[in-house]
């Protein structure tokens, strides 16, 4: 995908710019029940995601291949319960955790805890591992970015009582549950045959309800689905990348606008729309802890 920068972004003066506003975007409530495994304290363990078919979102996956990443936070002062519900609405913040491990994977489908480290410092677990420290998140993830591409969450409980150092992932479908809503929205009316500047600096809220952070928006996603309507991707709401007839993208490094005939499939750049289905605009973060979209519209080309 190409990236746009700041300074191609600069559009926001010509005067045919389709202006993304509230009423455009979708409503999103999903809340996540992670896994509470107990382990012992203090003590080395075996973490396993042999079984990990499946990710939060119910997609399928290799355990193997899929994933790059596993990583432990460490947040001191929440509860787990604070920690999902600041999940759910998307305000879990750096200064939120103090301690950071991870590792790397190549293949496989095991670790131990004691080989997590950070920036080639291993975690000390007898005195970074127990009872007393807060509450601990292992996150399994594609990709190295911290952040970035997590396929499964599981809290790790270490307790005096329990002797147990087997944590076994389980697939995560069931850990996410969604409502979303983009029947009551108001389509954004966009020029059939172009140009296509979009602008999002009008947006105030996002599709969580929460303030708008321009800052958080790295990609836009462009989607076609034939044949379907907007029900249909309401009730296919965390598919929507994997049904798409075709699909566009483009990576996003600052700015509020962008021309959609950059967006590229892979293979092509946007060059149009098509009649007998649906199309979408979204706003995507790529690390928001919450994975719905900032804003997600519907288009309705007009001649």
């Known amino acids: 995908m190409r990236t746009i920068t700041a300074a191609m972004l600069l559009i926001g003066g010509c005067d ?23 382990t012992s304290s203090g003590t080395d363990l075996f973490i396993d995601w042999g079984e990990l078919s499946s990710d939060i979102r119910c997609h399928e ?49 095991t670790v131990n805890l004691s080989e997590l480290s950070f920036f080639g410092t291993p975690i000390d677990v007898p005195t970074e591992y127990n009872a007393d420290g807060g509450t601990y998140l292992v996150i399994h993830a594609t990709g190295n970015t911290p952040g970035v591409g997590s396929r499964m969450l599981a809290f790790l409980t270490p307790s005096e009582d329990s002797e147990n150092t087997d944590v076994n992932i389980p697939s995560g479908c069931g850990v996410l549950d969604f409502s979303a809503d983009l029947t009551s929205l108001t389509p954004t009316s966009i020029p059939a045959d172009g140009p296509w500047f979009v602008d999002w600096r ?19 996603m462009l989607g076609f689905y034939e044949g379907l309507t907007t029900e249909d991707l309401q ?19 600052g700015g509020s606008a962008a021309d959609l005939a950059e967006m590229s499939d892979g293979t092509n750049n946007f060059s149009g729309f098509s009649a007998d289905g649906v199309w979408i605009l979204g706003l995507m973060c ?4 919450n994975p719905a979209p900032l804003f997600l519209t519907v288009l309705e080309p007009v001649e």
Do not use: H
């Open 61 to 109: 996956l290799d355990p193997a291949e899929d994933i790059d990443n596993v990583s432990l936070i460490r947040f001191p002062y929440l509860t787990q319960e604070e920690v999902e519900d600041k999940i759910n609405n998307d305000n879990l913040q750096q200064v939120d955790q103090d301690g950071y491990v991870e590792y790397t994977n190549e293949g496989g489908t």
């Open 16 to 38: 045919k710019t389709i202006t993304l506003v509230d009423e455009n975007n979708f409503s999103y409530t999903g809340t996540v029940d992670i896994p509470k495994i107990e």
């Open 286 to 289: 790529s690390t928001c802890a």
């Open 202 to 220: 009008a947006l105030t809220t996002n599709g969580l309800g929460n303030a708008f952070d321009l800052s958080n928006v790295d990609g836009l």
């Open 235 to 253: 009730t296919q709401f965390l598919d929507l990348e994997l049904i798409a007839t075709t699909l566009y993208e483009m990576d996003l490094s």
